[in-house]
Structure formats: structure tokens, C-alpha cells
């Protein structure tokens, strides 16, 4: 089963930025869609940020538009996502999942069950 791992949570200041990281374990994200999806405690997990294959088409959701980009660096086969500008209210575990397909995951924000979830990484946005 493939796997992706998240790194580059952590505590931060209100206005301050964080880049997290995203790699495949065993495979390389080259071939793959890779959202950004969230979960805040008490909340329903909601998706951020969304990158196609190629990289060309990229969707962002609510208040992460203008604030957040995600990217991909294909000579580490890794997709990154850039948030500035933090605030409190992005508090949540971070996770990265790793589809085929772009339609579910980047436009309706609902991986299928075949898609790569990582375990997620804390960022906490306190002062």
C-alpha cells in the first residue's frame, strides 16, 4: 500500500509562515495528484490546497486562497505547501494524500479510498 509522508509542522506565531513537505515511502509523487487536507479539533476534516500531476492545474479551498500555495519540486519528487500570513483558526493536523485522479480529491475535495493518506503533521498558530 502506498504511503506519503508530511513533514515541517510546527508552532508558529499568528503572521508568521510554514512550509510543509510532502514525499511518497517506496514510490515517488511524480505520477500522482496531492492535496492538502486539514483537521482542526472538534472540526470535519476539510481539504486546502490541491496539485495536479503536471503540476498545471492547482485548486485552493476557503481561506487558504491567497494565503497558501502548494508546488511541486519534481527533481526531489516532493510537493510543498507554502502558508503564510498564519492565524489561529489554521491550527490542525496537516495531512497529504497521493491520488491518481484530480477530479475527487482537487475539485471535489473527496478522495477516493484508493488515495495515500500520511499520518499528519501538527501546526499550531498561537502567540
Known amino acids: 500500500q502506498l504511503q506519503v509522508v508530511e513533514s515541517g509542522g510546527g508552532l508558529v506565531q499568528p503572521g508568521e509562515s510554514l512550509r510543509l513537505s510532502c514525499t511518497g515511502s517506496?514510490?515517488?509523487?511524480?505520477?500522482?495528484?496531492v492535496g492538502w487536507f486539514r483537521q482542526a479539533p472538534g472540526k470535519e476534516r476539510e481539504g486546502v490546497a490541491c496539485i495536479s500531476r503536471s503540476g498545471s492545474s492547482i485548486n485552493y479551498r476557503g481561506s487558504a486562497r491567497g494565503r497558501f500555495t502548494t508546488f511541486r519540486d519534481n527533481a526531489n519528487h516532493t510537493v510543498h505547501l507554502q502558508m503564510n500570513a498564519l492565524r489561529p483558526d489554521d491550527t490542525a493536523v496537516y495531512y497529504c494524500?497521493?491520488?491518481?485522479?484530480?477530479?475527487?480529491?482537487?475539485?471535489?475535495?473527496?478522495?477516493?479510498?484508493?488515495?495515500?493518506w500520511g499520518q499528519g503533521t501538527q501546526v499550531t498558530v498561537s502567540s
Open positions: 494524500v497521493a491520488e491518481e485522479g484530480y477530479q475527487y480529491m482537487c475539485v471535489e475535495w473527496s478522495p477516493t479510498p484508493a488515495a495515500a
Open positions: 517506496g514510490f515517488t509523487l511524480d505520477g500522482y495528484a
